[in-house]
T-cell receptor, first 113, second 112 residues
């Protein structure tokens, strides 16, 4: 089955700086890669996603890049703000049209004012 | 609230007791999923169902059971065979053409 590794597990950045979280996956057939943000005690919320036919996608301060050859994808947050503090999860799946997702172990991002 | 409702929010289980966690969605989504969340381990898939009256085991199905008698409902039973059930349980639904999962607000289960 799919295996997703996520790094780093914790990340602290100064407000206004950029943050990068990286994930690798094992199943070359995976074709859907979403990122979720989870605030303390709340449900995960989708913030951005990418499919394997696209190398990069951007939504305001958030971007995701995908390298299918190397089987890794990354989340980039620019101009970080205190409200960006949360746990971020990457996921991979979509094999054979089945949207079963395998999640990474999460990154706790702290924005330092 | 988001179209998918989990209840109860908090649940306490005694040793040897079965408990059932409820998950209901009014989004008309075909697929539903149960994940378990433990600190530092991300979300791990317990069971999933793509259509009514059909479901498949995920990565950590032992000690759990599910049913999918209605499209809207996907209850999860934590049986006494699950030796370490204390965790945060998340239900999610998905429909082709809609981006990503819609998650419920979760049930925090504690063994007492």
């Amino acid at each position: 089955g799919e295996n997703v590794e996520q790094h780093p597990s914790t990340l602290s950045v100064q407000e206004g700086d950029s943050a990068v979280i990286k994930c690798t996956y094992s199943d070359s057939a995976s074709n859907y890669f979403p990122w979720y943000k989870q605030e303390l005690g709340k449900r995960p919320q989708l913030i951005i996603d990418i499919r394997s036919n696209v190398g990069e996608k951007k939504d305001q301060r958030i971007a995701v890049t995908l390298n299918k050859t190397a089987k890794h994808f990354s989340l980039h947050i620019t101009e970080t703000q205190p409200e960006d503090s949360a746990v971020y999860f990457c996921a991979a799946g979509g094999v054979g049209g089945n949207e079963k997702l395998t999640f990474g172990t999460g990154t706790r991002l702290t924005i330092i004012p | 609230d988001g179209g998918i409702t989990q209840s109860p929010k908090y649940l306490f289980r005694k040793e040897g007791q079965n408990v059932t966690l409820s998950c209901e969605q009014n989004l008309n989504h075909d697929a539903m999923y149960w994940y378990r969340q433990d600190p530092g381990q991300g979300l791990r898939l317990i069971y999933y169902s793509q259509i009514v009256n059909d479901f498949q085991k995920g990565d950590i199905a032992e000690g759990y059971s599910v049913s999918r008698e209605k499209k809207e409902s996907f209850p999860l039973t934590v049986t006494s065979a699950q030796k370490n059930p204390t965790a945060f349980y998340l239900c999610a639904s998905f429909q082709t053409g809609v981006r990503g999962y819609t998650f419920g607000s979760g049930t925090r289960l504690t063994v007492v």
